[in-house]
């Protein structure tokens, strides 16, 4: 099992800059690659940013706003240049595969840009 916990959402106004953290623990040997979703009223969950140790993803909405990495059993997310359409919740996620494949989700922070 693994267990992530999120913060550093809030309010900004567009321009601005928050990061976001997100924490690991439990059996955090098992986590293969780590990301950051968000999810806006009325809209489905949607990928931000991916990182593994082969590669990183990020959606076209957000290249060159938002830089995401990590550290030990840590993942961050750093967005600059916030729009509106920014805003969400934004949850933390983990791909882990120890004999099965499993996904963990954080319990999301809100982020909400205001123009």
């Known amino acids: 099992q693994v267990q992530l916990v999120e913060s550093g959402g809030g309010l900004v106004q567009a321009g601005g800059s928050l990061s976001l953290t997100c924490a690991a623990s439990?059996?955090?040997?098992?986590?293969?690659?780590m990301g950051w979703y968000r999810q806006a009223p009325g809209k489905e969950r949607e990928l931000v940013a991916r990182?593994?140790?082969?590669s990183t993803y990020y959606a076209d909405s957000v290249k060159g706003r938002f830089t995401i990495s990590n550290s030990k059993n840590t993942v961050y997310l750093q967005m600059n240049s916030l729009k509106p359409e920014d805003t969400g919740l934004y949850y933390c996620?983990?791909?882990?595969?120890?004999?099965?494949?499993?996904?963990?989700w954080g319990q999301g922070t809100q982020v909400t840009v205001s123009s």
């Open positions: 439990g059996s955090v040997f098992d986590i293969n690659a």
């Open positions: 990182i593994s140790s082969y």
């Open positions: 996620n983990a791909e882990a595969r120890n004999g099965v494949s499993a996904i963990y």
